[in-house]
């Protein structure tokens, strides 16, 4: 069996129109599919001593998701306060939490257990991506991230490195794939959402289509997406077979609410009443890169 850790975001993704949250975060959403698709599956990360915590924690147990390493820490688990047009999120607001955290050497020897491990460019983890990839293949989801000096010195380390299309054209998608292959990156995948998905390798390229299917919610179908991916590349599936088959399981994500399910109603301390009615007066948008960053950095004490 296939063993492949994910280390880093996780967040309670909060809805307001049906004031329930979900647990949620690129690796996180990673970890629970690469379970549901056979795979031997772990998460790495941190959470609050809180009910959006419990509601993490209690998740990745009944998904069978190992988390020896899941640390519970005093302070709030993030969340982000999501509303939707149609089945598309809009992003109002957000709070990292506790969810930024120094990877431990202990966190590292058991990162060196297993084939992969993923981990995605909204979690901080650049730092320690080198010693990551000195013992496992590397999986980075780039999302929206888009400096040409970030994909240099990120991309020489992955195996999989997988980038969001989002309102790109064809010509900036083909320069980003080229420069990540040209630094050392073995395979690129590139999501499009209802535009369909392309898996390259050196100078072959493998397309795929959508599955059409009327969308309940599209939260979590890019994270489908790349777990079904990288599963498939590791067990040496036809790049073909590979994509169909997440292309399939992005769409079934499609038809539930939240990434990975587990509703609960929203809970985030004593704090919630005034955090929601501050989300209603939010202007809608999802939060850029820049601004996630900021953040991260602001936690880690740099300017």
Known sequence: MVKIAAMGDNVVDCYLDRGEMYPGGNCLNVAVHLSRFGGQSAYVGAIGKDRA???????????????????????????????????????????????????????????????????????????????????????????????????????PYCYLASVSGDGLDDKELAAIVSELLACGSKWVLVTRGRAGAVLHRDSVSYHTPARLVEPVDTLGAGDTFIARTLLGLLNEEAPQDILRHAAEAAAATCQYYGAIGHASAIDLGNMTPEILRGARHAPPGKPSSCEILETIDARNGQC
């Open 53 to 155: 915590g419990d509601l993490i924690c209690t998740a990745l147990a009944s998904e069978r998701v190992d988390i020896p390493r899941l640390r519970r820490l005093e302070g709030p688990t993030a969340y982000c306060l999501i509303g939707h047009h149609n089945a598309d999120r809009i992003f109002l607001d957000f709070d990292l939490g506790v969810s930024m955290f120094t990877p431990t050497h202990e966190d590292l020897d058991f990162l060196s257990g297993f084939q992969a491990v993923h981990i995605g460019q909204s979690s901080g983890l650049d730092p320690w991506i080198a010693s990551v990839s000195g013992n496992s293949l590397l999986s980075y989801d780039f999302s929206t991230r888009r400096e040409p000096e970030h994909r240099r010195k990120i991309g």
